[in-house]
């Protein structure tokens, strides 16, 4: 098959996997995604996924990867928090909640790490495009969401120094947060060792 071909069916997809493939395509010679990854046109995420390296550089792309390459899932942890800079770190794992089991990736585009969440957990997460085109769009925790995964998924943040070394944004957390919408998420999970936690992060920024 033709690239040019394969590129008209497949392009918008963005990141497509070795079923869709065949799908379309029952005769489809597996050899050309050996041929046109080591050529530069397509790029292995992992194992039975693909993604057109045209993509790689727009905005979101591995939050999109993220999502696609391990499903149900949404992103969260620190390089959620990074994204709406409540933390102030570059983050280098892309990470994920998902309600299947912890994993983790590494490939060309990163790495990319989940934590496992009870299934009534699954929630606080909105939408966004990844291009311009919206057509495509990458799950991503709430702010709200994205603190309380982050304090019930790690227990060493449970003290007033170990919350404050994680050096959150005392502008957005005082003036930009939700309050609410953090009370309604914490009664989901009710857990006590999460409410002490939130205790004192209230106290910390005036919350």
Same mark, same amino acid.
């Given at each position: 098959?033709?690239?040019?071909?394969?590129?008209?069916?497949?392009?918008?997809?963005?990141?497509?996997?070795?079923?869709?493939? @065949?799908?379309?395509? *029952?005769? !489809? =010679?597996?050899?050309?995604?050996?041929?046109?990854?080591?050529?530069? %046109? $397509?790029?292995?995420?992992?194992?039975?996924?693909?993604?057109?390296?045209? @993509?790689?550089?727009? *905005?979101? !792309? =591995?939050?999109?990867?993220?999502?696609?390459?391990?499903?149900?899932? %949404? $992103?969260?942890?620190?390089?959620?928090?990074?994204?709406?800079?409540?933390?102030?770190?570059?983050?280098?794992?892309?990470?994920?909640?998902?309600?299947?089991?912890?994993?983790?990736?590494?490939?060309?585009?990163?790495?990319?790490?989940?934590?496992?969440?009870?299934?009534?957990?699954?929630?606080?997460?909105?939408?966004?495009?990844?291009?311009?085109?919206?057509?495509?769009?990458?799950?991503?925790?709430?702010?709200?969401?994205?603190?309380?995964?982050?304090?019930?998924?790690?227990?060493?943040?449970?003290?007033?120094?170990?919350?404050?070394?994680?050096?959150?944004?005392?502008?957005?957390?005082?003036?930009?947060?939700?309050?609410?919408?953090?009370?309604?998420?914490?009664?989901?999970?009710?857990?006590?060792?999460?409410?002490?936690?939130?205790?004192?992060?209230?106290?910390?920024?005036?919350?």
């Amino acid at each position: 098959m033709l690239l040019q071909n394969f590129k008209k069916q497949f392009f918008e997809l963005a990141l497509f996997s070795t079923n869709q493939v @065949y799908a379309w395509y *029952p005769d !489809f =010679d597996k050899n050309n995604f050996t041929r046109w990854a080591k050529q530069g %046109y $397509i790029i292995k995420i992992r194992q039975g996924f693909y993604c057109f390296s045209e @993509y790689v550089s727009q *905005p979101n !792309f =591995d939050f999109f990867v993220a999502n696609t390459i391990y499903s149900p899932s %949404y $992103i969260s942890l620190h390089t959620a928090l990074a994204f709406y800079g409540i933390i102030p770190e570059t983050v280098v794992q892309t990470t994920s909640i998902s309600t299947l089991k912890t994993m983790f990736f590494k490939n060309d585009l990163g790495q990319f790490s989940y934590s496992k969440i009870k299934n009534d957990l699954f929630c606080g997460y909105s939408s966004l495009p990844f291009n311009s085109t919206g057509k495509r769009v990458v799950l991503i925790a709430q702010p709200e969401k994205a603190i309380l995964d982050l304090l019930y998924i790690y227990p060493q943040y449970s003290t007033e120094e170990e919350i404050l070394n994680l050096r959150f944004d005392e502008y957005i957390m005082r003036k930009e947060l939700n309050k609410s919408r953090l009370k309604k998420y914490l009664k989901i999970f009710d857990n006590r060792a999460l409410n002490k936690k939130i205790e004192i992060l209230q106290k910390i920024y005036d919350l």
